[in-house]
């Protein structure tokens, strides 16, 4: 009762990190960048797809409201249909830019949602992984060793 150190229960004792060789470090770093690049661009491919799909209705009412308005069309557009005058160009350009912040609110809300039930922030990897090994062979426990009388610490 009076002991003032605190140990875990043995099956959750931590084992020290062990340091792995220079050449075994440097090769471990690679794969880990080249992993965390990897998901970095899954990550940005679900970004652009959430928010180039619902960013396409504003910006395709911005995109018309500009090409059609008398000012900035050209005298033989074939793009614009004869009912787009200067007052619905303008109702256009207003009501796409005001879609806009919306759009972007949901899309940023869907892309949250993807990536965390794909649980791609804990794909991860940490460069502590590159330099530390796991524990030696010798000091790993064997599974026949476990305790199998059925009781666990909790």
Known sequence: MGEDTSTLPPPYTPVP?????????????????????LIGAANLG?????????????????????????????????LCPAVLTPGPCVALLVFGALLLLPF?????????????????????LPYSRAMYG???AARRRPAKDSPK??????
């Open 104 to 124: 972007l609110i949901l899309s940023l809300a869907a892309y949250a949602r993807i990536v965390r039930s794909f649980q791609l922030s804990s794909c991860f």
């Open 46 to 78: 679900i970004f652009i797809v959430m928010c180039g799909g619902a960013l396409v209705p504003s910006a395709v009412m911005l995109l018309y409201g500009f090409l059609c308005h008398p000012r900035f069309r050209r005298p033989k557009e074939t």
């Open 17 to 37: 990190p062990v340091p792995r060789d220079p050449l075994d470090c440097w090769a471990c770093a690679v794969l880990i960048t080249a992993h965390n690049l």
């Open 134 to 136: 796991g524990a030696p």
């Open 149 to 154: 009388d059925g009781k666990a610490w909790v």
